[in-house]
């Protein structure tokens, strides 16, 4: 019996391409975890690893540990690689943690047992939630400039804690953390606590409380205009990371248009006129209001 001979093609384009950069920034101890996800671009920082898989994952992980004039790096490559058939694409994680260090001051705080109203929401069940100025931190972050409050506060949460990926990588506690993959205790991801700043006790024990939420806010701000595009369709934050020199310069610079003075990067203190001009660009438009 002949029958007919069927041919289905069928070809299966699955693109997905992730690039997640974790930054993890101390400085009095500040980190900051940071992450693309669906994303076209490649991460610039990742060492030469690649994953040509159906379902594997590379991960990167570059620790900066600088201090002062020294600089470590360690990059730590992890690849696994299945082959996959012809055409097609290549699920990609990419995740990036750098770790910077300027300066180290520790103090903690032990007897400010004084009648301290106790937050009991969801947090609690965050990893590395501390609490104890969750309500001081609130009261902060209602006191952020307008327009960086405005242009963050209904995706971001902020959080009294001690990050405890950040404290892992760092082998100590963060004065802050800006997450947008919502990164658990062991380094995975998809959290309750995606896109989150977090701002701990040590920060509120060393008066860099602001300092730090500012600073973390202004990754959160850069982070939600990672799609904006000008009339040329080219992409402003990436465009904004290059004028200033890196992500990290352009959070400190967004630090001093939002009235701030505490710098983790920058040596200028004083923004100029031009890069100004260059905010006040970006902010309109990028920001909804
Ligand atoms: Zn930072």
Redesign the pocket.
């Known amino acids: 019996m002949s029958g007919k001979l069927t041919i289905t093609v069928i070809i299966l384009i699955v693109l997905f391409i992730s690039v997640s950069y974790i930054?993890v920034?101390n400085?009095p101890i500040?980190?900051?975890i940071q992450a693309n996800i669906g994303s076209t671009e490649t991460s610039t920082t990742s060492s030469s690893t690649t994953t040509t898989t159906s379902s594997s994952t590379t991960t990167t992980i570059q620790l900066t540990t600088t201090s002062s004039s020294t600089t470590t790096t360690i990059p730590t490559t992890t690849t696994s690689s299945t082959t996959t058939s012809t055409t097609t694409t290549i699920p990609r994680t990419t995740t990036t943690i750098e770790v910077l260090e300027k300066e180290d001051s520790v103090a903690f705080n032990s007897d400010n047992s004084e009648n301290i109203k106790i937050y009991e929401g969801e947090f609690i069940s965050f990893d590395g939630f501390e609490g104890e100025n969750q309500f001081n931190l609130d009261t902060l972050v209602a006191n952020l400039p307008l327009e960086l409050r405005k242009s963050v506060e209904n995706n971001v949460i902020f959080v009294n804690g001690c990050h405890s990926y950040g404290a892992t990588i760092l082998g100590r506690c963060p004065f802050?953390v800006?997450d947008s993959a919502g990164t658990f205790a062991d380094g995975s991801t998809n959290s309750n606590w995606k896109l989150s700043v977090w701002v701990s006790n040590k920060a509120f024990a060393n008066n860099r409380a602001y300092n730090t939420l500012l600073?973390?806010t202004?990754?959160a701000l850069s982070y939600l205009t990672r799609n904006c595009v000008n009339s040329e369709g080219e992409n402003q934050r990436k465009n904004a990371q290059e004028f200033f020199g890196s992500?990290?310069l352009f959070?400190?610079a967004l630090v001093l248009y939002y009235g701030g003075d505490y710098l983790?990067?920058r040596d200028d203190l004083v923004l100029q006129g031009s890069e100004r001009e260059y905010l006040e660009n970006y902010a309109s438009l990028c920001l909804k209001d």
Request: glycine share 6%.
């Open positions: 930054y920034i400085n500040e980190i900051s802050g800006w600073h973390e202004s990754h992500e990290e959070a400190d983790y990067y």
